[in-house]
């Protein structure tokens, strides 16, 4: 189990240098970048659950296997099902294009992404690293877990944003506006990236910082093709719209 945990880690962080130089070439074939050519396709919202699900599922098996649960423990668990109960379960029934064909390719890289990464966060941090009650006064959980919270109001705000805006416009895509979609074309994205840094920095474990590298890995490039593909559709984009950085980038 020791050897898997190490091996683990080490590709999620290979994964995230090889997912960030592809992503720049080839853009995710669903959404609005949906396409022929990716084989076999299942309904998105069957793909998101069954892709997102190991991740709910293996940290919850391993805090429940663990011998000590100490309050940061507890906090780690609820955290992270925050995010991913509602990633498996509500997600894929409340977005517009819940019925729309996604790749099984890409579902199934994304079900061996998150069963790496959920063996690696839930085995790492319950049966690895070891917290006691007094790391809830620590500067890195503190500052942390702020962090955590506001990339997930971030992100679930703005997933919601947009499926208002789906929902008004069922039959094709339309600017954003307003709140952060002001200042970027991907608040959502921004929202995740901020969200597990923080978890990083919560738990201090090389786990945490493994996801967190490849959240960025994955979801930058994601973000400056979306913003590209929004300023190739719309000749009325705003110009001074940043990709994922507010007045940055």
Known sequence: ????????????FSFAVLVFLLLFFI????GKFSRKGWGPSIKSKMAWMIMEFPSPFLMA?????????????IIFLVLWLAHYVHRTF???FSQSGKDKPYPLIVALMAIIFNCLNGFSNGFGIFHVYSYNSSWITTWQFIS????FLTGFIINKTADRKLRCLRKDNP?????????LFNYISSPHYFGEIIEWAGWALLTWSLPGLAFS????????PRAVSSHRWYKNHFTDYPPTRKAIIPYIF
């Open 27 to 30: 853009s995710a074939p669903y």
């Open 61 to 73: 098996l391993f805090f429940i296997t663990s011998d000590s649960k100490t309050l940061p423990d």
């Open 90 to 92: 509500v997600y894929p």
């Open 213 to 220: 590298v490849f959240t960025f890995a994955n979801l930058f």
């Open 1 to 12: 189990m020791d050897i898997f945990y190490k091996y683990s880690i080490v590709l999620i």
């Open 171 to 179: 039959q094709e895509y339309v600017i954003p506006r307003g709140w």
């Open 144 to 147: 942390g877990i702020l962090i």
